[in-house]
């Protein structure tokens, strides 16, 4: 009996033990809300894709994706990732939700914080969005 309840203390106390020094490895590592190791593959967050569409997608790195930037990018899809379209929207649809002061680019920086609510705001679309133009960015 004695036996039992020791060991029973035992392996509680290195569960707790265990437990305790995972949850603080994962904060450790962990400290930034934004960076790359704070991603979830199934969500990649809004900042995320500001951060890869501006190393991928912005040739001319003026921190706008323009109308043909984003044209080009799609025209260079492989014909099968082109089904993203389905998900998020054409080119006209994609301007009209992400180019909000409607200069014709998306502004990394200006267009983006403003059209949270409309522009890449669901997760399976980001997901789209980052598997088909930029699956490997770690940014
Ligand atoms: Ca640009």
Redesign the pocket.
Known sequence: MRVSIRSTVFITAILCVFFHSTVRAEEGECLADSGPCAEDPSCPSRPHIIRCASKYL???Q?K???RE?LEEAINSLPWLARGVLKIIGSVDKIMEKCDADNDG?IGMETDMPATEETCLASCFKRKAFKSAFFPECIE
């Open positions: 912005d040739k001319n003026n706008m994706l323009e930037e680019a």
